[in-house]
């Protein structure tokens, strides 16, 4: 069984869905099958990725029209032309990922669905929105979008077409041949909600690799990030910590909010881009490390925490929750999205009311006060992300789900 990955980019610079995506494959050729990727971005030097080949000038072209019309995706017309790609044609199942990012057009789904099955891995809302990542509160996506509240949020438009893109994403569904998957219980709802309920729709986790991703002494690990032992460790990490998205203004607000006592005995971890606002904002010591792509490193950061703090408006299964409970360190964050997954009140971490800051603060307070109880959670995160979460698990979900798609294709 050959399996194809087409997402945004092969790993770098394409957020938590090109991360799921390369860990996923990293699983599947772990276990033994050929699993290749074609991709927009090609960040890495593997001979199984490949960047996808644009026209770029013809594409620039068209883009100019069709990005006034708030229509982001049908530039790229050489979508149509993958399946003259090596890669596509020695497939026997296609599996797609995130394909919002100006580098696929899904007017192509229908004609790359026709000779090989697809499995549709959705990271966010956008496959059955007019145009959002992220609806937020509205819910205009279960009827046919227009008029959007939200034209900035990512990916932005400039004109609003997000009635013409839903019909259009809704009329290709019906010639495609897809089956979907989705990593958290929320997006599963979302999608039986939506025009993607015409397929059949599995709920399989997001996987990690417990071994990379492990508690460490967190004071060997404290020394090496040259952080006293005495002080209680804080952590932040976003991929820019000024997207509204993450909530690096909520934090701001909780942080404020703790007392005094506290604020003398804690410090505040940033793992993303260095912002110096958030530092002179929050009224405690801030150590800022940047992006970190190396994964026993982030190991290294979240071992030598406390609490993993995650204050987000809108998210699916985040990468950095489940990062933080393979390492055992218990977390605080909204009961938003996906989150209530991996957030377990009482159990991993403490869950607070969706953008409730007073909230967000005092599940700070109650686990920094209570070591006897972060560390009870800290190994129920250990256990959790191991007997659920574990890449070898996600490998072989995926595997029997291919070759159940295959098997009903013949049959069909």
Request: aromatic share 8%.
């Amino acid at each position: 069984m050959k399996i194809l990955q087409i997402n945004s980019s092969d790993y770098g610079d394409g957020g938590g869905g090109a991360i799921a995506m390369y860990r996923l494959a990293q699983g599947l050729r772990a276990s033994g099958l050929d699993c290749k990727i074609l991709s927009g971005i090609k960040t890495t030097d593997l001979d199984w990725s490949r960047q996808i080949h644009r026209k770029p000038k013809i594409e620039a072209r068209i883009r100019k029209w069709t990005s006034r019309l708030g229509l982001n995706d049908l530039h790229c017309v050489s979508s149509f032309e993958l399946t003259t790609e090596k890669f596509y044609l020695d497939a026997d199942i296609i599996n797609f990922h995130v394909i919002h990012s100006n580098f696929f057009n899904y007017l192509a789904l229908s004609k790359l669905t026709q000779s090989r099955p697809g499995i549709f891995t959705l990271h966010d809302m956008w496959s059955f929105t007019g145009h959002c990542a992220y609806s937020y509160d509205c819910t205009r996506w279960k009827t046919g979008c227009g008029q959007c509240p939200y034209p900035n949020t990512y990916p932005l438009i400039h004109h609003d077409g997000t009635s013409w893109e839903w019909k259009l994403k809704n009329w290709t569904y019906s010639r495609s041949d897809l089956t979907i998957v989705t990593p958290s219980h929320w997006l599963t709802e979302q999608a039986k909600s939506s025009m993607l309920n015409r397929f059949d729709i599995h709920h399989i986790p997001y996987g990690i690799s417990t071994s990379d991703y492990q508690p460490l002494d967190p004071e060997l690990c404290r020394v090496a990030l040259g952080i006293s032992q005495k002080k209680k460790v804080l952590l932040f990490s976003a991929v820019d910590l000024k997207d509204a998205r993450k909530g690096g203004d909520l934090l701001v607000k909780a942080l404020t909010q703790l007392p005094n006592t506290i604020k003398q005995d804690c410090v505040l971890l940033t793992l993303g881009s260095t912002t110096h606002q958030l530092a002179s904002a929050v009224d405690l010591p801030v150590i800022n490390l940047g992006y970190v792509s190396s994964d026993r490193l982030k190991s290294v950061v979240y071992s030598a925490a406390d609490l993993f703090l995650l204050p987000t408006r809108a998210d699916n299964l985040p990468l950095v929750l489940q990062e933080s409970m393979a390492c055992g360190t218990p977390m605080v964050s909204f009961d938003i999205g996906g989150v209530s997954d991996l957030v377990r009140p009482g159990i991993t971490g403490y869950l607070a009311q969706a953008e409730n800051v007073d909230d967000f603060c005092k599940g700070i307070i109650d686990l920094l006060d209570d070591d006897v109880k972060r560390q009870a959670m800290g190994k129920n995160c250990r256990h959790i992300a191991l007997e659920e979460y574990s890449l070898d698990l996600q490998a072989k979900r995926y595997s029997h789900l291919y070759q159940q798609v295959l098997k009903e294709r013949v049959d069909k």
